[in-house]
């Protein structure tokens, strides 16, 4: 019973930020496996949804000519 309260505790957190969880990228990221190529697309619409961490990659032009699929930038979006 508690896990189900604090698995319903973590949900509804995630729903009151309007948050984004990706579950299990970075272990096929960061290896190359297949779906790791799908990733950078993902992150780069999220990161476009939210201004206040689009505005911290800085550059010229749209989110993805700015973060592209750079590892490391890929990485820092994990952070906010």
């Not at 290896?31 to 993902?42: K, T, V």
Request: proline share 5%; charged share 20%.
């Amino acid at each position: 019973m508690k896990s189900v309260n604090n698995l319903t505790s973590i949900i509804n957190e995630i729903r009151v930020n309007n948050a984004v969880v990706v579950i299990g990228a970075g272990v096929s990221f960061e290896p190359g496996m297949p779906l790791g190529n799908q990733l950078a697309p993902i992150v780069w619409e999220v990161v476009s949804s939210f201004p206040s961490i689009d505005q911290k990659f800085k550059g010229i032009g749209s989110t993805k000519s700015r973060i592209g699929e750079d590892f490391v930038k890929s990485k820092g979006v994990f952070i906010y």
